[in-house]
């Protein structure tokens, strides 16, 4: 395990790395021209980004209620990478808005959404960091809380501006502009996958470098 | 678990392949209808935009990356320490 | 539903926070009539293990067994035969004694609370003064309706954080005086204490806590600071020794050498 | 069961005969909540005038301040004495203790609602009469969740140490769904032609969301606060 995360991160930034060649070999879109490519990138960290929170979430659940040690270690590794692929998307969304949407930022629900569940990641890291003893437990509950809030802040604010912008470019792809961005897409999952696993381990390490040094003296 | 990882970058390699193909025809229109009209007047070209976007992700993912790496080995490293001295 | 229990048994318990130890290897019991100390320094770890055997903190390692129950098999049932009386007194400045009592007496589920109230507004003394603000009150007042209000539901185990600090002559001896009483009642106590003059004669058995460890134990009540300098320094700087545990036998062999009276409070 | 209410009331009245007594947490939240109408009207109102729509976001901008004092004020004082130790070492069922808790604060919110929603109708000529159930209904349960997510963290925060600044760092990004229902459903009763059932799809949507809230925190209460 501890020797297959480095050759994945290679690969995956090695793929990251041919990815501008093959997304620049993709066509045009018609009416937003260049600027689409963001979308490569953009896509694959948004949803990497829902996939951190839930399993933030889920893995809080196991630790509260189920009293496994190790899950707190996958949560707060999911955290950080939420946070990570969170700013991924919260920057690359914008980028592509200013061109395709003339501004920068929309409160259109999904941006809206998107947000929200950026600043609930940072406010249960905050919490990790500046809590002190027991924060374990009061980030669990928080956790839980933040993936209850996914999909009822998604529903809200869709109702709340119900003019929002129909730039979905998501379903309609054609297949010359698909493989680019499955080809992104495996790419970042991996580096996504083996981060999480790098982190959830530096978590573990922890763990034992504390109970080793409790075990100290006891011998 | 490493199992799993391995049908990963083989299914990621899988999909890399055939992009390489598709680079030597020339970019056809695409079908898709835009849905959106760009505002016109529009002051940044481009190629600015995309190009940050690519280099914001790539300098946070490597950031990243680095800072798992130097405190995944401070830990190893006093991990390593203290067994050591266990013994 | 039978929850109550007689022995109170700490086995292998230790409780970290983050890095910093703040009890390791703590092993003893306490049967039922027994007045236990828990004698140490500032940051010993006296009020952690108090904690712990109060149920309000878990054990890093190691467990805690009330009988034959531990916290896990049922919280509420065991923490119904436990009362504790903290260093902050647990008692709400803007209610009178009187709510406060019949408000914990509530939270405990008791019947009969008007008569139960005066009785343990009468124990402390303060059957007149029962409708006044527990703000007015003086320290050693305050105190004993906070014992009062750990006491209300007769608990089998019961638990006390520093109970002599700011109290006057009187008050200390009507406090030896009220768990002496609780003792004969075959209660449990465990007293938390560095206030060796009161604790000296009260206790039948001293366990001496530093750094978060037992440096020694003593079944002698009397003489307390002598021995209790000696376990305390003895036990070095940071690093405890743990093979010198004051046994009862090996402390007495010291202390009668220099001629010292021993009488082993021989209580069982 | 009837054990669960019997000490969920004993609590909450513990906490209001506190408060009667010392009125200093109503005294000041209210005081708080007007302060945050006024310095938000210093920043909307031109010309005399204040934009139109903007009484129902300022009367939740409000509550959702003054509720967050109220909630660090209350388990301040539980602190203080060391009581909160006290209540969880009782043995009554914990989330029995929460229940109190939470009823006690909505009570103390609900008297600041009283005074304020009035306050808010004068100053920004807001309809408040117009639909009074609906109305109250939209502020019982936008404060129930509010204050259900509420009360459980400044419980879980009694024990840290910067508990003063984490409790709306965490707090308000999660009660951002009902803050917008709140808002949402009050504006729709406050516009020129109001939307009745724009109104009840947000109450509807409040209750479900306060139930689920509710239930997470009764759910949770136990495992976090043993230490």
Redesign the interface.
Known sequence: MKHLTTPFIGISAAMLAVAPWIINAAPYESTMGLVQKVFYFHFPAAILFLLAATICGVSSAIFLFGKRPNADGWAIAAAELGLVFGSLTLVTGPLWARKAWGVWWVWDPRLTSSLLLWMIFSAYLLLRKYGGPGSDKLGAGMALFGMANVPFIYVSVNVWRTLHPQTSVVPTLPADMGIPLWFCFAAMTMLFLSLLSLRARLEHQRARVEALYLAEDEA | ??FL?IL??L??LA??A???I??Q?P??????V??????PG?Q?P??N??A???G???V??LG??WS??R??QK??A??VD??S??R | MNSDFERLAVVDVARHYGRRKALSQINFTCASGEIVGLLGPNGAGKSTLLNILATLLAPSIGRVEYGERTVADGGAEVRARIGMLGHDLFLYPELTARENLSFFAQLYGLSDIPTIVRAALERAGLADRGDDFVSGFSRGMRQRVALERALLHEPRLILLDEPFTGLDQASASALVARLRERQRAGCMVVVATHDLDVADGLLTRAIYLKNGRIVGTDTDSRGLADRYRRAINNSGGDKPFLSADLSAEALRAKVEAPGAKVEGLSKS | MSAFFRVAWHVMRKDLTVEVRSKEVLLTTLFFAVSVVLVFSFAIVREGRAPDDVAAGILWVAISFSGTLAMGRTFERERYNDTLRALILAPAERPAIYTGKLLGLLLLLGLVEIVLVPLIGLLFNAPILAYPGMLAALLLLGTLGFAAVGTLFAAMLVRVRSRDTLLPVLLYPITIPVMIAGVRGTAALFQAAPDESMARFWIALLIFWDAIFVTLALWTFEPVMTE
Do not use: C, H, N
């Open positions: 678990m490493s990882r990963l970058v299914a990621a999909f890399g055939p992009p390489a598709a680079a025809q970019p056809p229109q695409s079908e898709f835009p849905v959106d009209e760009i505002p529009e940044i481009a190629i935009l995309v940050a976007a690519y914001f992700v790539w946070v993912l990243y990356v798992i790496a405190r995944l830990v190893e006093e991990l203290l067994e001295r266990k």
